[in-house]
């Protein structure tokens, strides 16, 4: 009796054993199918175990890639309408300015040409007359610069009046300024270092005085007659 339940507790045991191996290699399958199925791996990708991106994902990626790269042309496409927008105002404003140039320019040239017209009527006596006003003009100016410059030598030398004309040099800008535009036969030099003194035009008379003889003569011109006063003055004839 003994024998055989020994037996049949054998059986029993390896029949358990054998059971139990099956049911971990089916359990192992099991497991193995789980990690190699779609519904796995879509797991492991939103826990990010897994390293191949779902083919969703990577259009995606690329569709917002085109997008910045035209959204990137177009802002270059504006920026460089907006720089031919600022020339072309640049050059509509130079346009606009030659064109005021333009018509001021007309405006003179139509003066000019009507005074020409009109100097053309005129008689030779007429024109020659113009010709002296003009001279007699330039000349009062002349001696205006010739009695400033004498007032503001003297306020450097003891309020008294310089000795000539030339003396006073560094307050004239030009020796042109000591002849008269109306002398004939005469050439204005430019350089004080080419001036001859004694064809110097204006008739210097208050050398050595002051401007506390306020009216006293300090410059006449010969051909206009116009004359200068120690105070600065000057009267035309």
Same mark, same amino acid.
């Given at each position: 009796?003994?024998?055989?339940? %020994? ?22 399958? %099991? ?9 796995? +791996? ?24 085109? +997008? ?9 496409? #504006? ?6 927008? %600022? ?5 509509? $404003? ?21 005074? =020409? ?18 001279? %007699?003009? !330039? ?37 042109? =300024? ?21 064809? =110097? ?11 506390? +003889?306020?009216?006293?003569?300090? $410059? ?8 200068? #006063? ?5 009267? !035309?004839?």
């Amino acid at each position: 009796m003994k024998p055989a339940l %020994s037996l049949l507790l054998l059986f029993s045991l390896g029949l358990n054993a054998y059971l139990w191996f099956r049911l971990d290699r089916q359990s192992d399958r %099991s497991t193995a199918v789980e990690v190699h199925s779609p519904e796995s +791996e879509a797991k492991n990708d939103t826990t990010g175990n897994s390293s191949t991106p779902p083919v969703v994902a990577t259009s995606a990626a690329e569709d917002g890639d085109r +997008e910045l790269l035209r959204l990137r042309n177009e802002v270059s496409q #504006l920026r460089k309408s907006v720089g031919e927008a %600022s020339q072309w105002r640049a050059q509509a $404003l130079e346009a606009g300015n030659l064109r005021r140039d333009l018509t001021t320019a007309t405006q003179e040239l139509a003066e000019a040409e009507a005074e =020409i017209a009109n100097l053309a009527k005129l008689s030779p006596a007429d024109l020659q007359q113009l010709k002296n006003e003009a001279h %007699s003009v !330039r000349c009062v100016n002349h001696m205006k610069q010739i009695a400033l410059a004498a007032r503001i030598w003297s306020n450097d030398n003891n309020d008294v009046f310089p000795p000539d004309l030339v003396t006073m040099k560094n307050e004239l800008t030009t020796p042109k =300024i000591l002849f008269c535009p109306g002398e004939a036969g005469v050439a204005p030099v430019s350089e004080w270092e080419a001036l001859n003194p004694s064809v =110097i035009t204006y008739r210097y008379l208050n050398a050595g005085g002051s401007d506390r +003889e306020p009216q006293k003569l300090l $410059l006449t011109c010969p051909y206009h007659g116009h004359t200068a #006063l120690s105070d600065g003055s000057v009267h !035309r004839r």
